[in-house]
């Protein structure tokens, strides 16, 4: 019958649209299978994403250090303390975690805590060792590690008093000008210049004899005003995990190529929780990570 030939002959392909159907159901077939092949072959063998591909070579020497934990690390307290890989650190302003690392349990950590909350201050070495459960073994060990000086001298009131005048009449290193820096002894407009210009690249002195950095700055001619000088104002900080590249590049302490390294190592880790960390960077030496951690904040 015609209407029987009619629909034969639509549902009839020829040789040529045979071959284009099956053309195009390969063609769907491999892009069906693209996702899954470029995540087989791909995702598994492509290096790790550097900014700056000119520093992979030496951010791949980096170590994957241990994730930092806000919260209290079960296997940290259970190590023991002959296994400690201490840290400098000043016990005035550590974290509860930055104790758990250096050895100390959850209880001993509480009874210090009650101890500065209470407006308790270490001001030398055997401060902490007077903390009830503190050991002698874990402070011996410890004590080396500690940014407090062994003792403090008592200066008899004579020599205070003399003190106290001096610190009265001081001038502020981090915000006299040129003018009243070329009054000092030795300076001249020149260094002066050198003065401020180191200044304002560190963000602030914290110690006034971080002067002596500073090139053609002589010790002889610093102990002529160093008594005439102090360091009274606060210095800038750097926010380690919000800070542009440049403020690392340009930190007299990094430089270019050292701040630049840093900026890619905190990329890599997402978040960077305190100083010590950043000693897991090969050129980072202790020396340079020493001054720079009163800049840095977390």
């Keep these: 019958m015609p209407v029987f030939k009619n629909i034969k002959s639509f549902l009839t392909f020829s040789k040529s649209e045979r071959l284009g159907i099956a053309l195009l159901l390969i063609i769907i077939s491999v892009l069906a299978f693209c996702p899954y092949l470029y995540n087989l072959y791909f995702l598994k063998t492509r290096p790790e994403i550097i900014l700056d591909k000119n520093l992979l070579s030496e951010i791949s020497k980096i170590e994957s250090p241990v994730k930092a934990n806000h919260h209290y690390d079960e296997k940290i307290i259970k190590d023991s303390v002959y296994n400690l890989k201490p840290f400098f650190f000043n016990p005035n302003n550590i974290s509860d975690n930055d104790w758990l690392k250096l050895g100390l349990k959850a209880y001993q950590i509480k009874i210090i805590k009650n101890y500065t909350q209470k407006g308790g201050i270490f001001k030398t070495k055997k401060d902490v060792l007077k903390i009830y459960s503190i050991k002698s073994e874990w402070f011996s060990m410890i004590k080396p590690f500690i940014l407090l000086p062994d003792t403090i001298i008592k200066e008899n ?54 002067i002596l950095e500073i090139n053609g700055m002589r010790n002889d001619l610093f102990v002529k005003f160093e008594n005439k000088i102090d360091v009274l104002s606060p210095i800038r900080y750097i926010n380690i995990n919000s800070c542009k590249v440049e403020e690392l590049e340009n930190h007299p302490y990094l430089k270019k190529k050292l701040g630049n390294i840093l900026f890619q190592y905190i990329k890599q880790r997402g978040k960077i929780y305190n100083a010590n960390e950043l000693s897991n960077i090969p050129i980072m030496k202790d020396s340079t990570l020493i001054k720079l951690k009163p800049y840095l904040r977390f």
Excluded at 159 to 185: G, H, M, Q, W
């Design 157 to 210: 009131p004579i020599i205070e008093k003399k003190l106290f005048k001096r610190l009265e009449t001081a001038l502020d290193i981090n915000v006299i000008d040129s003018s009243v820096l070329e009054k000092l002894p030795g300076i001249g407009p020149y260094l002066a210049g050198k003065i401020i210009k180191y200044r304002n690249k560190l963000g602030g002195f914290y110690n006034k004899n971080q």
